[in-house]
């Protein structure tokens, strides 16, 4: 990339990350609601191993003692595992944009979150925000779960290819936009963002359970409904409709973060070359449970 691209681009990933602050602050301002910073979420961060917990199958395979080193450190459980009974220090969860396909998966999430306000009192609960997901403001008001939001905006990074990709993490390092999760930077997911949010949180260890990535099955697919939490009913996430370069596909054979028709930099890689360009050189140690996932290769295989 030469010199006058790596500064147009800089000046690109500044100003969107400054944009996305002010659409970000605008909102909180507005609904009487709190930004994601490290002051807010200080007071959750208890040490420095962050257990991330996510929706494959192999979240079943963790045995009674692995569950038990999860619980002595922090844990974050993304989006769907919420329907798994563990109560994690913070819950990253999202919705999908206002489309009418997505209108019940989105209101969905908003009833499995209020079945559970009781269990998540003492979590963080970290948004997603970007203007056009769906959210009720009032729902989570009435349901007492304000208290304990805290709204992270959110850059999905340039780079249409691993070269590129990586000169945008390398500007974000030289920039020092890792230093902030206020702004998550992305590409393709939440455990991107989780990847940024570890590092500028202080955390030594990440360890991604259930990150499976081979295949869209869920942990919860086989769960009888005395398997979820008290109120919970599961999506049938099989039946999900995306966008790709080859028109709306259902995610019925292939995850969408790592189909390659919705863009060629796929969740394997970026969380390879996130850990290559930011973590290995802040010594944040970010591993994978289950020897089966994608990502084993791509990431040390976490010994619990």
């Known amino acids: 990339m030469s010199l006058l691209s790596r500064f147009i681009r800089s000046r690109k990933i500044r100003t969107k990350v400054s944009d996305t602050l002010q659409s970000l602050m605008t909102f909180c301002n507005q609904n009487d609601l709190k930004p994601l910073t490290a ?10 191993v962050l257990c991330v917990l996510a929706s ?15 619980n002595e450190n922090d844990s974050a459980s993304l989006n769907n595992t919420i329907l798994h009974k563990h109560v994690p220090t913070y819950l990253f969860y999202e919705t999908d944009a206002r489309m009418e396909r997505h209108e ?11 079945a559970r306000s009781t269990d998540l009192q003492q ?8 203007d056009k997901r ?26 249409d ?36 949010f570890a590092l500028a949180m202080g955390y030594e260890r990440v360890i991604f359970f259930g990150a499976d990535l081979n295949g869209p099955d869920y942990f919860f697919d086989s769960y009888s409904q005395d398997d979820f ?23 019925d054979s292939i995850h969408m973060t790592i189909d390659p028709s919705v863009h060629p930099v796929t969740m394997i ?36």
């Open 269 to 304: 890689d970026v969380i390879e070359h996130m850990n290559n360009e930011w973590c290995r050189k802040a010594d944040l140690k970010v591993e994978v449970f289950n020897k089966e996932s994608a990502l084993n290769g791509v990431l040390e295989l976490a010994s619990v």
């Open 104 to 114: 019940e998966l989105n209101k969905l999430k908003f009833r499995n979150l209020v």
């Open 134 to 159: 769906y959210f009720e403001v009032d729902t989570l008001k009435e349901s007492n779960l304000a208290h304990n939001s805290y709204f992270q905006g959110s850059y999905a990074l340039p780079g």
């Open 123 to 130: 979590s963080a609960i970290v948004w997603h925000y970007q």
């Open 229 to 251: 939490p008290e109120g919970c009913k599961p999506p049938v996430l099989q039946n999900y409709v995306y966008n790709s370069s080859e028109g709306a596909k259902k995610q």
């Open 39 to 48: 002051s807010n979420l200080a007071p959750y961060k208890s040490s420095s």
């Open 56 to 70: 494959g199958t192999s979240i079943n395979e963790i045995t009674p003692e692995q569950w038990q080193f999860i």
């Open 161 to 196: 290819s691993l070269d590129k990709f990586d000169e945008s993490l390398r500007i974000c390092l030289k920039e020092n936009l890792t230093t902030s999760a206020t702004v998550g930077l992305y590409r393709r997911g939440s455990l991107a963002r989780i990847i940024h």
